[in-house]
């Protein structure tokens, strides 16, 4: 199983960037997927956006609604992370993570497989 995240850099406050996970390893159809975030060490990763498998419900942090957008090309074993009008206070280090559900889990103890990660930094 491995799901590996792609798409971070350095983008000035206002700016965008497009996070990717692609999967394989596991039946990626059957699987729902969250991106969370850790901003800091030992600071606890936090929920940002989900989608269940189908692509038909997705949830999102209030601290981010409206500004990022997540989506899912099952064809493709990836996930998308659309993030617009980005804030210093994004920055961190963005996971995606997959369980296999038919909702939307927000705690990170519910997931079942975890990406590296890929730093994001907004510079204001």
């Known amino acids: 199983v491995q799901l590996v995240e792609s798409g971070g850099g350095l983008v000035q406050a206002g700016g965008s960037l497009i996070l990717s996970c692609a999967a394989s390893?596991?039946?990626?159809?059957?699987?729902?997927i969250g991106w969370f975030r850790r901003r800091a060490p030992g600071k606890p990763r936090e929920f940002v956006a989900g989608i269940i498998w189908s692509g038909g419900d997705t949830y999102y942090a209030d601290s981010v609604k409206d500004r990022f957008a997540i989506s899912r090309d099952n064809a493709e074993n990836t996930v998308y992370l659309q993030m617009n009008d980005l804030k210093p206070e994004d920055t961190a280090i963005y996971y995606c993570a997959a369980r296999y559900s038919a909702y939307i889990p927000r705690r990170d103890q519910e997931y079942d497989y975890w990406g590296q990660g890929t730093q994001v930094t907004v510079s204001s």
């Open positions: 390893g596991f039946i990626f159809d059957d699987y729902a």
